[in-house]
C-alpha cells in the first residue's frame, strides 16, 4: 500500500488520539503508557494548533485512511535555545521496517534546514532500542549525553535515556 505523507492539520486530531493510544500500548519506548494518556479531542486540537503557533510542526503518514506513523517537531522559545528544536516519532510495530520512519524524519531534516535561525535537532532515545539507534545515526545524529537508570519498567528492568542532536549546517559541527 501506498503511503502519503502531510503536515496534520486540527482535523486529524481524532485520529491522532486513536493513534497515540494505541502507539502506547504497543511500544515499551514511549515516555507515558497507555493508562497515562487521556486527552479529549479538543486537548488534541490546542495541542496541534499550539505547536505551529510556537514554530514546530507535525507530520502524518498514512497508509490509505490509516494513520500509521507520526513526527512531531517542538521549537525551543527562549532566546538562548531558539536556535535548537527537538522531536518525537513513532511508527505503527506492523508498518516498521518499510521506510516510514526514515522519510518522516528526512521531511523533518529538510523542513529545519528550511526554518530561519534553526541549526540544531535534538532527540531522546531511551538505550533498549537498538533500531531507533541505527537510524538516528545513520541519518548524522551523535550521542551527547546519557541519563543512566531514567526509565523504570514495571518489572524492575531500567533504560538509560540518550541524548542525540544534528547539527543541520554543514559549516557547524558537534
Known amino acids: 500500500m501506498r ?21 502506547l500500548g504497543e511500544t515499551p519506548y514511549m515516555i507515558s503508557e497507555a493508562g497515562e494518556y487521556r486527552p479529549s479531542i479538543e486537548d488534541e486540537e490546542y495541542w496541534i ?3 505551529y503557533q510556537d514554530g514546530g510542526m ?4 498514512f497508509a490509505g485512511r490509516s494513520l500509521i506513523g507520526m513526527l512531531s517537531v517542538n521549537r ?25 520512519g526514515k522519510e518522516l524524519m ?4 529538510e523542513w529545519c534546514k528550511a526554518e530561519q535561525g534553526l541549526e540544531k535537532i535534538t532527540l531522546e532515545v531511551f538505550s533498549n532500542n537498538d533500531k531507533a539507534i541505527r537510524l538516528y545515526e545513520a541519518l548524522g545524529f551523535k550521542e551527547e549525553g ?13 533504560a538509560d535515556m540518550i541524548t542525540m542532536a544534528l547539527f543541520i549546517h554543514n559549516d557547524e559541527s558537534t
Open 76 to 100: 525551543h522559545k527562549r532566546n538562548r535555545r531558539s536556535h535548537v528544536c527537538s522531536f518525537g516519532i513513532s511508527v505503527k510495530n506492523s508498518f516498521q521496517g518499510h521506510g516510514i
Open 106 to 109: 528526512r521531511r523533518m531534516i
Open 146 to 158: 546519557r541519563m543512566c537508570r531514567e526509565i523504570r519498567y514495571a518489572d524492575g528492568e531500567y
Open 58 to 61: 507535525i507530520l502524518l503518514a
Open 49 to 51: 494548533k499550539q505547536t
Open 3 to 23: 503511503t502519503m505523507i502531510r503536515f496534520a492539520t486540527q482535523a486529524d486530531a481524532f485520529k491522532m488520539t486513536r493513534y497515540i493510544k494505541k502507539i
